[in-house]
């Protein structure tokens, strides 16, 4: 389901936005939903509701992406990653630390909140 929306952009936002779409072969308005999807999923930890700082307390890496960091990891060591091995590791690798981050900032809002205790040290 959508929602159509009338957005009014300022002219040197619009002009730009519409160069962007053009020379990567986009639709403006997939642009623009795309730019709003990215911006919502880096909003700050602290803004997010209960549900989804819990959510980002238990996040991990999906099993596709965890089988492949580990295949790539495997073929680094032996020193077989082509070009395109390379790249793909890298992008994994900024997901993982990406998500490790934002995990802990969830941890911290989660025992701030009361959601979570506090994680103890002792053992």
Sequence with gaps: MSETIVLELPD???????????????????????????????LPVEALPDSQVLALCDSQLT??????LSRLLAHQREGWLSGDDRRRLDELMQVYRRGLVRKAQAIHVAVQRGLRPPLSLDR
């Design 12 to 42: 040197r936002l619009a002009h730009s936005t519409r160069e962007i779409a053009t020379r990567t072969q986009r639709r403006l308005e997939d642009l623009l939903v795309d730019w709003i999807d990215r911006t919502m999923s880096d």
């Design 63 to 68: 099993n596709a992406q965890q089988e492949q």
